[in-house]
């Protein structure tokens, strides 16, 4: 099969692309932006072409899948619609991929991607999988039997896939755009959840999780002692964290990992309950959890003199708090200053209180312009970042222009966060530093 893809470094976009160029597809990419994303370096391994303009002329053999990302008025999609070609939504693509291998669709408001790429790593060495990433990963063999999916709630998309095995690691109020309420977003969960076929993995710690039923097998997991796999003895300290895992009420193993705060050990958990439903080897696990570095964007490091700079997708309140409790937990003797991009209106609207409670506890926020490219300015009039910093206990304004004010946190832990792109802004700090 031939594939043109649009919007092709997008996250998603660059991981289904991985993905069929692995099982033996032409793929070819485009995308409006011309500078360098993290996800291309999947795609430039694979030699990849990528467009940005209207030169490449598909075939009709060729598909075109295009990303929520292109707008259907955008020109390109105009011009190959004019050249009849068959069009396919990404979501409905990857969508079909869920119906031609045994899927472990892993969904959840937050700790998808870390929990999708730990169960990947594992299973992908152990028995063998494909699998799809958020931050861009995606692998693909014609011998695998399995695919491992990060599945995501936005516009509904994960309605498009039938699993095999469900995750869900917490849900909580996002997407505003997208959904009502909260009921609205459960209910959606719980479409998903009849629509897979043999196993769901919930976190039972989750009140919100908890209203998820169907009838099929059902295991739960968390701190609380009712859950069919439990954390206990957690230990948080400077190096990581270690627990013992109980599965039946009985000891399974004692797990330790190299990486921060609470949330990954639920993370961790809902990878190993996975694991034990498809008898991957203890050891194997334990292994490869311990081995286990994260996902990239985030809470990547990067230590310059003594001063540490932490690269994270947090844009959510729930996960600049987890960004947070993480880096007092490794930097127990530092201050922790906060460097936020808000993306979309919507978002900032509904999440304004949420956001200046949690950026206050920083000892220090700068945020900067909301950025959004699917959203019109005008329509949420009085919405910016300044009214935020308004509401945020010290804190100000920051740019690309005034980026040295953050020489001023030189020695101290610096957490830049956002799902958009905030790349520009810590290599300008990396470069003063």
């Known amino acids: 099969m031939k594939y043109y893809l649009l919007g092709i470094k997008g996250s998603g976009m660059s991981a289904l692309a991985s993905i069929l160029h692995d099982l033996g597809n032409t793929v070819i990419g485009y995308d409006d932006s011309i500078e360098y994303k993290f996800t291309l370096e999947g795609l430039e391994k ?40 068959k069009m396919i939504k990404y979501q409905d693509l990857i969508g079909s991929l869920t119906k031609k291998y045994e899927t472990i669709s892993v969904a959840g408001t937050h700790g998808k991607t870390t929990t999708s790429l730990m169960i990947s790593s594992i299973i992908d060495e ?20 399995l695919f491992v999916l990060e599945s995501c ?31 609205d977003i459960i209910d959606n969960f719980n479409i998903l959840a009849n629509q897979t076929s043999d196993n769901l993995v919930l976190c039972g710690d989750d009140p919100n999780v908890l209203n998820v039923k169907a009838n099929i097998n059902t295991y739960y997991y968390g701190f609380n002692s009712y859950n069919d796999l439990v954390a206990k003895n957690v230990i948080l300290d400077e190096n990581g964290c270690k627990f013992d895992a109980y599965f039946k009420n009985e000891y399974f193993e004692t797990f330790e990992l190299s990486l921060f705060g609470r949330h990954m050990v639920l993370d961790s958990l809902a990878c190993i309950l996975v694991c034990i439903l498809y008898n991957i080897d203890k050891e194997v696990i334990k292994r490869k959890l311990k081995e286990f570095r994260g996902a990239t964007r985030r809470f990547n490091e990067t230590i310059l003199g003594d001063t540490i700079i932490i690269d994270d997708y947090a844009h959510h309140p729930t996960e600049i708090k987890a960004t947070l409790d993480s880096a007092r937990q490794k930097y127990k003797d530092k201050k922790i200053i906060g460097v936020f991009l808000p993306n979309t209106y919507s978002r900032t609207k509904d999440f304004l209180d949420d956001f200046a409670s949690v950026l206050s506890k920083f000892d220090k926020s700068y945020i900067m312009d909301i950025k959004c490219d699917r959203e019109n300015p005008d329509d949420y009039p009085g919405i910016t970042s300044d009214l935020l910093i308004s509401k945020t206990k010290n804190a100000e304004k920051i740019g690309l222009d005034n980026v040295k004010i953050l020489l001023n946190e030189k020695g101290n832990v610096v957490c830049f966060m956002s799902c958009a792109n905030i790349t520009p802004m810590i290599n300008a700090y990396k470069s003063l530093l």
């Not at 467009?51 to 020109?75: L, M, Q, R, T, W």
């Not at 028995?127 to 039997?145: A, E, L, M, S, T």
């Open 46 to 85: 694979r030699n990849i072409k990528i467009y940005h303009n209207g030169d490449f002329v598909p075939d009709k053999d060729f598909i075109v899948c295009y990303s929520n990302a292109i707008d259907e008025n955008h020109k390109e999609i105009k011009r190959l619609i004019s050249l009849n070609l």
């Open 153 to 183: 709630e936005y516009n509904k998309h994960f309605l498009s896939y039938y699993p095999k095995t469900l995750v869900i690691t917490n849900i909580d109020l996002e997407h505003t755009e997208c959904y009502k309420d909260l009921d």
């Open 126 to 145: 152990s028995i063998g999988c494909n699998y799809f990433v958020g931050d861009g990963r995606g692998h693909g063999d014609i011998k695998n039997k």
